[in-house]
């Protein structure tokens, strides 16, 4: 099984209007900039800009094993 790399973030997508309805990783060696993709937005039934959020979602820190 392959192991989880330090490499690889979670990150948020927020839309224009501040919402923020998806998240994905991102290989933070190969893409240093910000992400932008065209994702549907379930509020406006259309294909928006999503752009990554800056915000730290807390999700990134490995816990520690008791």
Do not use: C, D, F, W
């Given at each position: 099984?392959a192991?989880?790399?330090?490499?690889?973030k979670?990150?948020g997508?927020?839309?224009?209007?501040?919402?923020?309805?998806?998240?994905?990783?991102k290989?933070t060696q190969?893409?240093?900039?910000?992400?932008?993709?065209?994702?549907?937005n379930?509020?406006?039934r259309?294909?928006?800009?999503?752009k990554?959020?800056?915000?730290?979602?807390?999700?990134?820190?490995?816990k520690k094993?008791?």
């Amino acid at each position: 099984m392959a192991k989880k790399s330090e490499k690889r973030k979670i990150v948020g997508l927020v839309n224009a209007a501040g919402e923020r309805h998806y998240y994905t990783t991102k290989n933070t060696q190969n893409t240093p900039g910000k992400l932008e993709m065209m994702k549907y937005n379930p509020t406006t039934r259309k294909r928006e800009l999503y752009k990554e959020s800056a915000k730290n979602l807390g999700r990134n820190e490995v816990k520690k094993r008791k």
